[in-house]
């Protein structure tokens, strides 16, 4: 595709189930990044991946939260044991390497019930 | 570690007056400086960028201005149309692409 896609766009669960938010970056795209923003707010760094590197995980809010790159390419955020708080739209964009313009894809907009 | 700032929180001016946000960040080895607008419900988008090696860029009726040595970057927008109304973040390119706390612009006509 054109552009970064996420699924699902809406997910509606229930608290303590686990979810899983899939990102697929721009082809050739090398540095995918995890972003979170809650209604309102500005954009909290979850995790990025740069080509083979190791993530950089440090943003990542508590250890229910998870994120893994297959092939360098497809991303799949994980959330176990959802808790309200964790309500927000989960954004992923995707840059040709780091330093460079960054393409955000549409979201996963989560609600915890 | 890295710190990005931005004034004002909010901003709001009439139509056909000018903008300016002002970014701030900590990390000295930064060399990439773009600005992104977010309207309301959309994903944010890139509308105009720098790099270090040039101290201001035009596109129109945007401009981004770099001073390097105070490590701040301001975005510039002459007269302003009830559709640049949105949230403008500032990502300056530190280690962990960590964006601003955003300037929500409203532009009144």
């Known amino acids: 595709g054109a552009g970064v896609s996420q699924s699902p766009s809406n997910k509606v669960t229930e608290k303590g189930k686990d979810v899983e938010l899939r990102c697929d970056p721009i082809s050739g795209h090398t540095a995918l990044y995890w972003y979170r923003q809650s209604l309102g707010q500005g954009l909290e760094f979850l995790i990025y991946f740069q080509g083979n590197s190791a993530p950089d995980k440090s943003g990542l809010p508590s250890d229910r939260f998870s994120a893994e790159r297959t092939g360098g390419s497809v991303s799949t955020l994980t959330i176990q044991r959802t808790q309200q708080e964790d309500s927000a739209v989960y954004l992923c964009?995707?840059?040709?390497?780091?330093?460079?313009?960054?393409?955000f894809g549409e979201g996963s907009w989560l609600t915890v019930v | 570690g890295e710190n990005v700032e931005q004034h004002p929180s909010t901003l709001s001016v009439q139509e056909g007056d000018s903008a300016v946000i002002k970014c701030t960040y900590s990390d000295s080895a930064s060399n990439y400086f773009p600005w992104y607008k977010q309207e309301l419900g959309k994903r944010p988008q890139l509308i105009i960028d720098?790099?270090?090696?040039?101290g201001e860029k035009k596109d129109q009726r945007i401009a981004v201005t770099l001073n390097k040595t105070a490590k701040h970057f301001s975005l510039h927008i002459t007269e302003t149309q009830p559709e640049d109304s949105a949230v403008y973040f500032c990502a300056p390119d530190t280690d962990k692409l960590i964006f601003g706390t955003g300037t929500r612009l409203q532009v009144f006509p």
């Open positions: 964009a995707s840059s040709f390497t780091l330093k460079n313009t960054i393409y």
């Open positions: 720098i790099r270090s090696n040039v």
